[in-house]
């Protein structure tokens, strides 16, 4: 947990715009350009998945980020795909989320909430039994994390036309609740393999009718959720991530559809996530140009994610091809990350295994600077 990565010693670029600038995110003014990347950390023991007070601690101790983005929380008893993950679908919840956002905004923070449907990404254990649910019926084979450990996931039913219109009502749902719960505003989690990225890309969805086929449709879904999220706030207030590598296979199209339809709805932001790490590989170079080609598609903030640490970062953002620049890992080591990078300081590296561990080690015991030095 002390170990220092000293490759990531921040670039001191007086008087230019850097990751220490404030940012206008619509109406919301942040203090720099630090966004807390969403981490699924399982930390409620909460037989109701009402999130608990040792999470309120976790996010006041990164509050000093411009923007904080919740780990992904749960739309609906069906959306659920792990153990130990808060919803947003009782009123329990809400409060529970409401102690959160109350305890950040006191702290002088932001902070918006993350919704998931985890599609085929789950097991029937999770689900009181049932089959679970895809755009297609196609396993994803993926490790879920059950009360019985780790298993694979099996074959998904493929959703009907209306099961797919009240999925879309439920993250409608989740994004009204989530402004009851004093959020900053709301995230469509389409970062990782679940609802999303199965609707855009081509080997997970099959389907031939209106929400199949050509980039368009495979884009219909995602477009009907995010204009569902919006119902209950101003778009200013809706965020979206996405990877293109992950939607891949055929999913580029489809997500650059959504990407273009974007550029008239207006949201907060888009959170994009960039390939996996090819650091000392030639494909390093192309990584390194992903977020120039989105800039071109995408005309609001863009916020890039994906293997930065601070010198990256700077750089990104010094160069303008990003607006703001999210870190997962290193947010989970250093709760004062922004602190780090402006007294140079170097940076602890995460313990893995205790990524989704309940109680504090590894979650709330990570120190800031000051308590250390
Ligand atoms: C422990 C952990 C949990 C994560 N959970 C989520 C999640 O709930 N939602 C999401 O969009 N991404 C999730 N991610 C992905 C991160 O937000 C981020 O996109 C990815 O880790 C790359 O950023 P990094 O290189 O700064 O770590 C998670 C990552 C980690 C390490």
Redesign the pocket.
């Known amino acids: 947990m002390d170990s220092e990565a000293s490759a990531n010693r921040p670039v001191a670029i007086d008087g230019k715009t850097n990751m220490l600038s404030s940012y206008r995110l619509g109406s919301l003014k942040l203090p720099n350009r630090f966004v807390m990347?969403?981490?699924?950390?399982a930390r409620t023991t909460d037989p109701d998945r009402v999130p608990i007070p040792i999470e309120a601690e976790y996010y006041v101790q990164r509050a000093t980020a411009g923007l904080n983005i919740t780990?992904?929380t749960f739309i609906s008893p069906q959306a659920i795909g792990g153990i130990n993950i808060a919803g947003i679908y009782t009123e329990a919840q809400v409060d529970g989320w409401r102690k959160i956002t109350d305890a950040v905004h006191k702290a002088g923070g932001r902070i918006f909430l993350?919704i998931v449907h985890s599609a085929s990404v789950t097991h029937p254990s999770l689900l009181g039994g049932e089959t679970p649910v895809a755009p297609s019926a196609v396993n994803s084979n993926q490790k879920v994390m059950t009360k019985g450990g780790l298993v694979d996931t099996v074959l998904p039913r493929a959703l009907t036309i209306t099961e797919i219109h009240a999925i879309v009502e439920d993250f409608g749902k989740a994004a009204a609740n989530a402004r009851k719960a004093g959020f900053d505003g709301v995230e469509l989690?389409g970062?990782?393999i679940f609802l999303v990225p199965q609707f855009l890309n081509t080997v997970t969805n099959r389907r031939t009718d209106e929400y199949g086929g050509t980039p368009e449709k495979r884009a219909r879904a995602v477009i009907e959720i995010i204009t569902a999220m919006g119902k209950a706030w101003e778009n200013g207030r809706i965020g979206v991530?996405l990877s293109p590598e992950i939607s891949g296979a055929g999913g580029y199209s489809a997500t650059d559809h959504v990407i273009a339809w974007l550029n008239d709805y207006k949201p907060a932001y888009l959170h994009l996530?960039r390939g996996f790490d090819a650091s000392d590989k030639p494909i390093e170079l192309m990584r390194e140009h992903t977020f120039d080609h989105f800039r071109d598609l995408f005309k609001g903030t863009l916020i890039g994610?994906?293997?930065?640490d601070l010198v990256t970062a700077n750089q990104h953002v010094e160069r303008g091809n990003v607006d703001l620049v999210s870190?997962?890992?290193?947010y989970?080591a250093n709760p004062d990350l922004v602190a780090r990078f402006e007294h140079n300081r170097s940076l602890a590296l995460p313990d893995r295994a205790t990524?989704y561990t309940t109680g504090p080690k590894g979650y709330t015991d990570y120190p800031a600077l000051s308590e250390k030095s």
């Open positions: 990347s969403p981490m699924t950390r780990g992904g993350q989690h970062g990782n991530k996530r994610n994906g293997g930065f870190f997962a890992k290193y989970v990524y």
